[in-house]
């Protein structure tokens, strides 16, 4: 039973444009919500995180959109460059659930065309 | 070195072997995690250690065996696997288990394993 979501294993857009990826979940108690960048042969990289009190967060190109009513997260690029081409992995955790660990979706590949 | 780094980063076995995978942290972090990737699943959470203690063991098998000998360095024994055993071990780092309200791991690049 997954409980982070990632529903297209890939995306592929047009540099320049805006790339969005989407996750959901459907554990409750998640109320810190992290993405994570991966390239091949290389450990995911922390990209962005939000806490369940925001609804976004904002790092240069990078927007973090969190709907808590929709247990709905998504990262905005904008725009798009041929260096965010990589494997996308949405991570959540439970602050008050001790040493519980990230609990990670899937991924979505993200493929920029030039 | 920075970062978190792992040893080695390929390893093939055999299932009577008995192998030993390693990581060490540069990050001055207190807690330290054992991931498994399995292909087309999403990373699964083994084992998590907080100052050196085993604070979680997520339903492991008893043929991988975690060491923390201190807080930089973190081993995950293998013995008598299977070849669905067969992954990418990450290991991860972080100040703490969350009680700085800090969540963020740090990964290694991980260890891709064969097990024949």
């Known amino acids: 039973d997954q409980q982070v979501k990632q529903n297209s294993p890939s995306l592929s857009v047009q540099e320049g444009r805006i790339s969005i990826l989407n996750c959901d979940y459907t554990?409750?108690?998640?109320?810190?919500f992290l993405w994570y960048k991966k390239y091949p042969a290389e450990g995911p990289t922390f990209l962005i995180s939000?806490?369940?009190?925001?609804d976004k967060n904002e790092d240069g190109r990078f927007t973090v959109f969190l709907n808590k009513s929709a247990k709905h997260l998504s990262l905005h690029i904008v725009p798009s460059q041929p260096g965010d081409s990589a494997v996308y992995f949405c991570?959540?955790?439970?602050?008050?659930?001790?040493?519980?660990?990230?609990?990670f979706g899937k991924g979505t590949h993200l493929i920029i065309q030039p | 070195e920075t970062g978190v780094t792992q040893t080695p980063r390929h390893l093939v076995m055999g299932m009577t072997n008995k192998k030993s995978l390693k990581c060490e942290q540069h990050?001055?972090?207190?807690?330290m995690y054992w991931y498994k990737q399995s292909a087309k699943k999403p990373l699964e959470l083994m084992f998590v250690?907080?100052?050196?203690?085993?604070?979680e063991n997520n339903s492991v098998p008893s043929r991988f065996s975690p060491e923390c000998p201190n807080s930089s360095h973190l081993f995950l024994h293998l013995h008598t696997l299977q070849p669905e055993d067969s992954a990418l071990y990450l290991c991860?780092?972080?100040?703490?288990?969350?009680?700085?309200?800090?969540?963020?791991?740090?990964f290694g690049p991980g260890t891709r394993l064969t097990v024949t």
């Open positions: 991860a780092s972080s100040q703490d288990t969350g009680t700085s309200g800090i969540y963020e791991q740090y």
């Open positions: 554990n409750s108690m998640f109320d810190y």
């Open positions: 939000i806490s369940s009190i925001k």
């Open positions: 991570a959540a955790t439970d602050s008050g659930g001790g040493a519980d660990g990230l609990t």
């Open positions: 990050l001055g972090h207190n807690a």
């Open positions: 250690y907080s100052l050196e203690e085993r604070v």
